[in-house]
């Protein structure tokens, strides 16, 4: 085994996963570096095979315990699957670790041994071998489970090996916790980079846009250069169909003088195929010119562009120049970038030019290439249906519909997002030639000898003999490049450009990944040595001290494969960790390569050091003074670390584990906790507050009977007349029954639920909510139904109205027809709705709008919807999706009438499991719009609440319940948000409040300003209310005053600026996280825009040219957080 030396040693120290990118081991120039890297890796693997922990291999060879990540299933079932079996084999693991004596404190050799793995992990990860790197860091995340999210460095090598492995999910999840915990980290302007390409490429196009912007504000050393995040963000608005705003971002990429070739030929074919396929840049016949003459251009600037010549040839097809469109198609074959779409496209034109045997074998050359290729086998079909072999047809037809239901390859599956249109056009029409061709085929004779001799052969024939030479030289030099190209896997590119069509022998042909980042086959995330030569030249320079020595170079045999990732756990050792653990601290601080890499080892990233010294330093007993005196402890030469309001040291936020208990068929469909008022005193009494808080959900029946509500005073007829101009959002959505949610296109169930947003006055929406009644009344009378008025009327019998709507809406599962839900109807403003407001005061104190039991009364100001009114007109159908309310706090549902609505719920315990059916199908859970398949949730043991609301009734939807509502007649809603008083409320609304930073959703609750305000307005005696409540209040108070210690370091004046009447609380305009206190303010566009610490040192590392501002005086802070104490007199009546 070859011996390192004390420098070497040290160098090797210092390398981590934060070097990926900027660390280049294929360059010759880092040869060295790369066989001592090498060299290392090999010493680890050696002290793994060495046993230095014996027990360790007895626990981790029992063949019950199932790993947490699995990467033998890195690109498929990995990417779905996160079952709460796995997250419960993990904690029994942790659990016999810690048994088996793993705990670091109590055995160092045990954690020089976890270390190791980490260190392996960053080093595979330097080296390119991403499979060994993620097995080591998963091995490594076995023994830190309970405390991973403290090795920053850790959590950054790990999300990029999923990355690089194309395991989306966990890449994400891995890189949004890395933000959550240091927005600040040194590689923070790469994650946001790939965060965004990847949430390109999920569809996620909104929080993609969001994170692509982030990475451009830093002033980090970077591997890309600005100019490819604008045209990733360019390619952003074009897949989202904003052409102006796509042209306009690539216009503005030519106008750049320092624009690289590759990235100027890449937005030459974008524009091109823009021109070629949006109809509204112009008449066709100018749009058809630019698109050839930038498609050319593209080709001038990237000869080699096999990608940039496909296109121009699909140009010219579009305008019947078929012999250019031939010669284009085959200098794309020949620049070894022919694929499966370019064969495609051939065939296309040989089937146009009456050339059906030249077809076939162009066909059949791009489904060998791509077997899931749907445009190939559709064309393929309709070329074998032309000439009479129905057969052959069917089978071709079959197989494209295959491709289409099965979009699970991790490639295709994101693609369906962007195709969907298309597809459903293409997959109805497919249908209906396969149920016409089984019908044909079932009433025809088999095939004889004597039978009329084929046009073409079979598709089994064609599959198997050989083609002309001309394509099969291609084929095969194509077929060549495709393991070539998978061997250097390619970042994500983000999908390719929408390709529209109008006709079923021109169907979606998915083209070959565009190379969006402008570096052609070389990785935009590793290849731009000009941004990271700071970095570079400090590790060069250390290798240009070693290059006397020899190293060995890590043999091939002694690599980790995948597959032993899944299979054991070898023990591993390195020379390099017997020294002991205050000598490896020294030789970081003497070798130290880059401030910028030191910073974090400075936060306790390095080697997963812990910040447990938080945790007894600060402590809600502690007072104000005390707290000063500790901070001014804290160090000031860094910013200060990630904020937040849950406890200390607490992990990241996520979804949590279904309850793991069983459920009989009867438990998953439970009865709805509901209770029937008989008068007044029934309403006010305590024993109704109570029950609602007992259970996720409460219908309170009879109640606007009890109280005497005036429900009339919400009628669309009193709304119209007092406000007929008011503001209506409305949504487009399709008709379908309750429990059903269809994707027409596919024939199935699904989960996503679209629909389209535009804007009415509540005059118009009337309208249309009588004529829609009007209509279906006619409807009904000509069917001849009895008593058709019944369905808007909810006293009478609802088995046959609701049995009637769903027998209709069955009729037309397929071409359903569309409808117009009036949502989100303001009535905050008291000039206007003053009756309405007023009528309302009637109710209860802990179902009202505004009562001192109300957290939400306490904000301060208007957060529309929460703590003021909302309206909801409806007509039969009308949906509101699968939700939780925001920041998890209690609503009020009262339904006007007359018809009915039916409640879909599920208590808030299993929101997690809700959570993972969304992502397994590919919806976000926070920002998508979806409609749970019920049987999906019963098979995952998820109990749904489900039950009629009628008019007059009060439906209690208890913190975190997640629900679902849809109307069964013509009906008018009101709706609001309260938040009890109690330990559960907050402590649901405040985990909400960080999970929503993870996710980078914006909170509208101002937890942290509804905190502080809490503090000065009511006093406690529910104990864990006010634990709760005080620790928000330490942990922001101690931020404020380590945030102004830093300010005040950097020279920079604190002007005080006060609180206006009602002023909204700040949110950062670039995060969008909620700002305290201290604001940093810079001119932007000509406003002044609020930015947290964390952006403005994006900005401005120095803050110069940032204004600070401080919104209540320091004394303030301190008096209130000091006066705030647990009440141990009686509390108050609504307190839990």
Known sequence: MGQISFEEDCLVRELDSRYYGFLDLSNSKNAEIKNLVQQTVTNLQNYISNGQVHEMKNTFDDKNVIQKYDPSNVAGEHMENSSSQNDEDSKILDKETNEKGFNSDENPQDEQYVNALCKLGHLHLLLGEYSEALSAYQKYLRFREKNYWTNHAFMYGIGIAYFKLRCFKWAIKSFQELLYLSPNFTCANEVHLRLGLMLKHCGEFHIALKHLQLSLLYTYPSTFSELQVKFQIAHLYEVQNKHKAAKDGYEFLLNEKNISLELKADVYRQLGWMYHCVECLGEKKEREANALNYLQKSIEAEPKSGQSLYLLGRCYAGINKVHDAFLAYRNSVEKSEGNADTWCSIGVLYQQQNQPTDALQAYICAVQLDKDHKAAWTNLGILYESCGQLRDAYACYLNATKQISFQSSLLRKKQAIRMKRDTIGLSKGLSQRITFLEGQLSQAPLPSITSKRRTLCSIEEAWNLPISL????????????IPRQNTKQSPIQGPPPPYPHSQLSQSPIPAKRIKEDGSGQQELIQN????????????KDISETLSQRNFNTMPESNKVSEQSVVDTFDDISNDIYKHSETIKLERLSQDALSNNLNEDSRHHEYNGGSTSDLSTTFKIQMD???????????????????????????????????????????????????VHLENKKNAFSPQLQEFCLKHPIAVVRGLAGALKLDLGLFSTKTLVEANPDHSVEVRTQVHQSPDENWDTSQGKRVWACISHRSHTTIAKYAQYQASSFQDSLKDESDKGFPGSQAMSDSDSKDSVSNSNIVLKRKKHKINSKMLRFGTNVDLSDEKKWKPQLTELQKLPAFARVISAANMLSHVGHVILGMNTVQLYMKVPGSRTPGHQENNNFCSININIGPGDCEWFAVPDAYWGGVHNLCEKNNISYLHGSWWPVLEDLYKENIPVYRFIQKPGDLVWVNAGCVHWVQSVGWCNNIAWNVGPLTGRQYSLAIERYEWNKVQAFKSIVPMVHLSWNL???????????????????????????????????KGVEIRFNGRGKNEASHYCGQCEVEV???????????????HCLSCALKLSPSLQGIVCLEEYRLSELQRVYDSFTLHRTQGLAYTQ
């Open 470 to 481: 001309e394509m099969n030289s291609r084929q095969q030099q194509t077929a060549q490049m």
């Open 624 to 674: 104000s003074k005390q707290l000063m005196a500790a901070v001014k402890q804290l160090p000031i030469d860094e910013p200060p670390v990630h904020c937040t309001i849950l406890q200390v040291n607490a992990p990241p936020p996520s979804p949590p584990d279904c309850p793991p208990q069983k459920l009989t068929r009867d438990q998953l469909l439970p009865p709805t906790p509901s």
């Open 1015 to 1049: 503090a000065r307005n009511i006093k406690v005696s529910d104990t864990k209310l006010f634990e709760l409540i005080k620790m928000c209040l330490l942990q922001t108070l101690k931020n404020v005053l380590h945030i102004q210690e830093y300010v005040k370091s």
């Open 1076 to 1090: 305290f206190n201290v604001l940093f303010i810079k001119e932007q566009e000509k406003r002044h825009v609020v």
């Open 528 to 539: 731009n040595v000009q941004t990271s030569s700071q970095l570079h030249q400090n590790l």
